[in-house]
């Protein structure tokens, strides 16, 4: 069970581009990388819309972001140019990144049980620690949430 004060799991993936990401990249700044079960579905676009109305702020406090979902690099690409989203998100297709953070898991929905995207938001540190995990994710005011807990 990844707790706060864990050192975050490694990982190695792909970007919308098909360009390599891992959490090394991210060393020296603070990295909000969030989990949302799909594009183009009305909370997770709520939730990536609110975190890109916010990226200067959150830029400016020292934060990358990046999103990560099973959907495949194209599905990524158009969501990005729809929205003009300003940050990557990872193709999880294998859901490796989602099992090594516990973001994949049972769901259920209308009394019927299945695994997906347990939507989860991990704030790491400029080290590499986790900060702040959130597993119940205000999609629309997912930067006020976040922002509220690191100014504590």
């Known amino acids: 069970m990844l707790t706060i004060g864990d050192k975050a799991p490694t990982f190695t993936s792909v970007d919308q581009d098909g360009n390599p990401v891992k959490l090394e990249d991210f060393k020296g700044k603070k990295l909000i990388l969030y989990f949302y079960p799909k594009d ?5 676009t709520a939730e990536a ?7 200067a702020s ?12 099973p959907d ?10 729809k929205f003009n989203l300003g940050f990557r998100l990872i193709a999880d297709v294998e859901k490796l990144v989602a099992k090594t953070y ?16 347990l939507r989860t938001t991990y704030i790491i540190d400029e080290d590499g620690t986790i900060s702040h995990i959130f597993k119940k994710v ?14 504590k």
């Open 102 to 117: 516990e973001a994949w898991g049972e769901k259920s929905m209308y009394g019927k049980k299945y695994e997906g995207i």
């Open 40 to 44: 183009n579905t009305p909370g997770c």
């Open 138 to 151: 205000d999609t629309k005011n997912h930067t006020a949430q976040i922002l509220k807990e690191i100014d």
């Open 58 to 69: 959150l830029t400016s406090k020292g934060f990358a972001i990046l999103g990560v979902s």
């Open 72 to 81: 495949p690099a194209s599905s990524h690409l158009k969501f990005i140019a």
């Open 49 to 55: 819309c609110n975190l890109n109305e916010n990226l």
